[in-house]
Each structure stands twice: as C-alpha cells, then as structure tokens.
T-cell receptor, first 115, second 116 residues
Framework: GAVVSQHPSWVICKSGTSVKIECRSL??????MFWYRQFPKQSLMLMAT?????????EQGVEKDKFLINHASLTLSTLTVTSAHPEDSSFYIC???????????FGDGTRLSIL | AQSVTQLDSHVSVSEGTPVLLRCNYS??????LFWYVQHPNKGLQLLLK??????LVKGINGFEAEFKKSETSFHLTKPSAHMSDAAEYFC??????????????FGQGTILTVHP
C-alpha cells in the first residue's frame, strides 16, 4: 500500500517551454502532497506543500509563478515548470502522506533536462 | 528549528560485514525520525520510522535504528551488508505540531558502497 506514482520519469525539452509533472497517490487519498527538488549529489530541498483545494505553500526562495502547483483532487497534484530554462534542470520528486503523523511516501522522481 | 547531520558522506563496507550510518538531530519539539534509502534515479523508500514509541526501531531489509535522546542520535545499523544495500541513505526529521507540521528536514545523505 501507499504507492505514489510520478509521471513522466524523464523529460527533455527546449528552453522556453513549459513542463507539467504529475504526482498521484494510487491507493490512498492525500490531503497534502509535497514537491522537492534534488540537485546532483545533494539532498532533497522542499519546494512547496500542496494542499487539496487550496493554494500551495511555497518555501522561501521558490518562485511561485515559475513553479505552478495544482492539487485539484485528493489523489493528484501537478507541478508545472513554466518557461523552463537550463538552470531549472534537476530531479523533481513528490511525496504524499497517509495522514497526520504518518511518514511521507515518495514517487520515483522526474528527471528534467532543459536544452 | 530542526536540523539533521549525517556524520559520514561516504561509508564503504565489505559484503557480510556490519553497517553503521550515523545521524544526529536537533529539534525544538518531540521529533519523528525516519531513514529513507534512494537508489540511483529513483525516489525515496522508507526504511524505518521512530515516533516516540520503542526506542529501538526495526525496519525493512534487516535494518534497525536506535533513538538515543541523551545523545540526540538515530544511527542506522545492519548486522550484515548485502550488495543490494549499496545506495544513498537519508536521515530525516519531522516536526510534531506547529505550523510546519509534517515538513521534513533531510540530512545531507550517506552513500553506502558494498564491496564483494
């Protein structure tokens, strides 16, 4: 149980395009999902907390107009990287929790490469 | 505020020998503590969690960790390493309560190499 699916797993696109990443909780409902970014050989950095039916909460330094988050249902959150540039290339990982005090379960990540 | 320090960025062991990955934490609140493992180009898999119950926590794949409040440590151990254990391991702390409830703070990660 507690499976989180992330799609796509890998995307390459040209500079200036927008890229949407989906995060789904397959066998449970998640009121809250989290989006992380991981640079090579570094730890995970929380970008934002996605709340179903309300606006996402962004961490300091993360551009909310650049990284659009939508959490329209209890099983789906999306991250859209708008007008992507090479510096946005990274590994993006989402997670979801079963509930209060429960561990987060992670998707397999999305490798984003902007040319 | 909370923080996590993983004391070793790399650990190398021989197959069949014990594994010790060290983690110290700092938290203003009663913490929840986790160990996650990440294989290359993959997400994170939960190994085990501590949530104020028993201080010795058993996880998957033979791993266990002991919460020591006096030492603010939560070291991960395994009696006998397997080649498939080679991966990166993250010690993670989560806040109980407050506006940052549920947010995770990650250690820097420890890369475990297992030699035949």
């Amino acid at each position: 149980g507690a499976v989180v699916s992330q799609h796509p797993s890998w995307v390459i696109c040209k500079s200036g395009t927008s890229v949407k990443i989906e995060c789904r909780s397959l066998d449970f409902q998640a009121t809250t999902m989290f989006w992380y970014r991981q640079f090579p050989k570094q730890s995970l950095m929380l970008m934002a907390t996605s709340n179903e039916g309300s606006k996402a909460t962004y961490e300091q330094g993360v551009e909310k107009d650049k990284f659009l988050i939508n959490h329209a249902s209890l099983t789906l959150s999306t991250l859209t990287v708008t007008s992507a540039h090479p510096e946005d290339s990274s590994f993006y990982i989402c997670s979801a929790s079963l509930g209060t005090g429960q561990p987060q379960h992670f998707g397999d990540g999305t490798r984003l490469s902007i040319l | 505020a909370q923080s996590v320090t993983q004391l070793d960025s790399h650990v190398s062991v021989s197959e069949g020998t014990p594994v010790l990955l060290r983690c110290n934490y700092s938290s203003s609140y009663s913490p929840s503590l986790f160990w996650y493992v990440q294989h290359p180009n993959k997400g994170l898999q939960l190994l085990l969690k501590y949530t104020s119950a028993a201080t010795l926590v058993k996880g998957i794949n033979g791993f266990e960790a002991e919460f020591k409040k006096s030492e603010t440590s939560f070291h991960l151990t395994k009696p006998s390493a397997h080649m498939s254990d080679a991966a990166e391991y993250f010690c993670v702390v989560s806040r109980f309560g407050g506006t940052s409830y549920g947010k995770l703070t990650f250690g820097q990660g420890t890369i475990l190499t297992v030699h035949p």
